[in-house]
Structures are given as structure tokens and as C-alpha cells.
């Protein structure tokens, strides 16, 4: 049974930097391409950041401007994402995520992911 379980969550003031763990269990991590997503209120849920299992090749979209890093120790079965000069529009619940196919491709849409983490609330305010 597959399990992804998030932490490093938190309140942090804009400006701020956070890193989020997440740890895999039940897949072979190291043959798996990673995503983490966040959902804010009302708003769909979106990639921000994806890493292939193939040379560590990431993936981010052009919103964030470097902003975020994905990394992964396979090692370890862990996934991380460093989140540096967050703003308050970053409040939202963060997710990891993995698909169900070994492609080295990484999935950039919710729909490719089969496996979710429960997620882990980050705030972003003064």
C-alpha cells in the first residue's frame, strides 16, 4: 500500500522560507517521477513543483520564478520542497504526489497522479 506522508508545514511571515518533507512508503521511490501541489480555498489544485526520478530533472511553472526547489533523497524515500521568499498569496495545503507508471516523464497535470499525501497547511501572513 502506497503512503505519502507531508510535514513542515506551518505559519511563516511573508518573506519567509519553509521546507516541506515527504515521505514515501509501499513503491520503489527511486523509479518514480514526484509532484507536490498545492490547493488555496476556491482555487483548483495545482503543480508547483515535479521532479523525475531520471537525473533529477525538475519541473516548475513559470508563476513561481525560482521561488521553489524540489529535491529529492531516494536514499532516504523522502521528497522535498524549499520554499523561499513566500508570499501570502503561497497560503494553501501542499501535497505530494506520485503516479502510478515508472515514466520518466514528470506528470504535470492532477489527473497523471494516483498517490496523495494528506497534506500540510502553509500560512503565509504578518
Known amino acids: 500500500q502506497v503512503q505519502l506522508v507531508e510535514s513542515g508545514g506551518g505559519l511563516v511571515q511573508p518573506g519567509g522560507s519553509l521546507k516541506l518533507s515527504c515521505t514515501a512508503s509501499?513503491?520503489?521511490?527511486?523509479?518514480?517521477?514526484m509532484g507536490w501541489f498545492r490547493q488555496a480555498p476556491g482555487k483548483e489544485r495545482e503543480l508547483v513543483a515535479g521532479?523525475?526520478?531520471?537525473?533529477?530533472?525538475?519541473l516548475y511553472p513559470d508563476f513561481l520564478k525560482g521561488r521553489f526547489t524540489v529535491s529529492r533523497d531516494n536514499g532516504k524515500n523522502e521528497l522535498y520542497l524549499q520554499m523561499n521568499s513566500l508570499k501570502p498569496e503561497d497560503t494553501a495545503v501542499y501535497y505530494c504526489?506520485?503516479?502510478?507508471?515508472?515514466?520518466?516523464?514528470?506528470?504535470?497535470?492532477?489527473?497523471?497522479?494516483?498517490?496523495w499525501g494528506q497534506g500540510t497547511q502553509v500560512t503565509v501572513s504578518s
Open positions: 509501499g513503491l520503489e521511490f527511486r523509479s518514480y517521477s
Open positions: 504526489a506520485a503516479p502510478s507508471d515508472t515514466n520518466a516523464r514528470v506528470p504535470r497535470t492532477r489527473d497523471d497522479y494516483t498517490y
Open positions: 521532479i523525475s526520478w531520471y537525473r533529477g530533472t525538475t
